[in-house]
């Protein structure tokens, strides 16, 4: 193994090996002589967590104020006293401002109190979660095409035939990426190859999903894909209009 910038030398890393855990990191200390035991650490993190507790409000303060919000969500486990159990840690992106907002639920709730009646438009994937958040009256949703080209991505092994879909696709991610590359990314520039590139693989796209809506069982990988993306049309075409809003949340 490389030597790390941190690792003295020896051929171990001072933390490249170890969890993030605080057993794990009191042990990589202690192999630098440093003795601390791992509830020391957990009692310092806790601590230094208490203190930032009003910035950390200031910063959910300030991610809602933008008109173009980023969200996502994603499962991790935390142990209970007897089992492991499933919580969520939402992530919420606008601008250069980022917050991470733990909760034991995958309800609405978190992104209806990051969000409150703030308005704008939130780029999200299809989870009814967002639902209370984006309403008529406070913000206009937008749809994440990477989330769609990713079922159609887990069905291209059994059924290639949805490889047609993921060239269409393709198509939409060529122009941000031409866009991106010329320096005119979410500049009135963009918005012309938006309108017409764009737009004729998405029509084409929404030509496609029409004629294979019922090719494939509901329940398999394809109709999964083909159901999902039929549902989020409507959402996904916002940023044809919208020059300031990404085709998704990979190119914020």
Not at 22 to 28: E, G, N
Not at 30 to 51: N, S
Not at 210 to 236: I, Q, T
Request: glycine share 6%; hydrophobic share 40%; charged share 25%.
């Amino acid at each position: 193994m490389r030597n790390s910038p941190d690792s003295g030398g020896f051929g171990e890393p001072v933390t490249t090996l170890d969890s993030m855990t605080f057993c794990r990191l009191a042990q990589s200390l202690g192999r630098q002589g440093v003795r601390i035991a791992d509830a020391t650490l957990g009692m310092l993190f806790h601590r230094a967590a208490e203190l930032l507790v009003p910035l950390y409000d200031r910063v959910k303060v300030l991610v809602a104020l933008p008109d173009v919000v980023l969200a996502d969500e994603t499962r991790i486990d935390v142990q209970d006293k007897k089992k492991v159990r499933d919580t969520w840690m939402w992530v919420f992106l606008a601008q250069k401002v980022m917050v991470y907002v733990f909760s034991p639920s995958r309800s609405g709730k978190t992104p209806v109190a990051v969000l409150g009646a703030t308005k704008g438009t939130p780029l999200v994937d299809g989870y009814t979660g967002y639902n209370k958040a984006t309403t008529p009256d406070q913000r206009e949703r937008a749809g994440c095409i990477a989330h769609t080209s990713r079922r159609f991505f887990d069905a291209r092994e059994k059924t290639p035939e949805v490889q047609e879909a993921l060239d269409l696709i393709l198509d939409v991610c060529m122009v941000e990426h031409i866009a991106r590359e010329n320096d005119i990314e979410r500049s009135p520039t963009h918005r012309e190859p938006r309108q017409t590139f764009s737009m004729n693989a998405l029509e084409r796209l929404k030509m496609w999903l029409d004629a294979h809506e019922e090719s494939w069982l509901p329940s398999s990988p394809a109709g999964s894909a083909v159901r999902y993306m039929g549902k989020s049309c409507e959402s996904m075409t916002v940023f044809l209009e919208r020059v300031d809003v990404p085709v998704d949340k990979r190119e914020a």
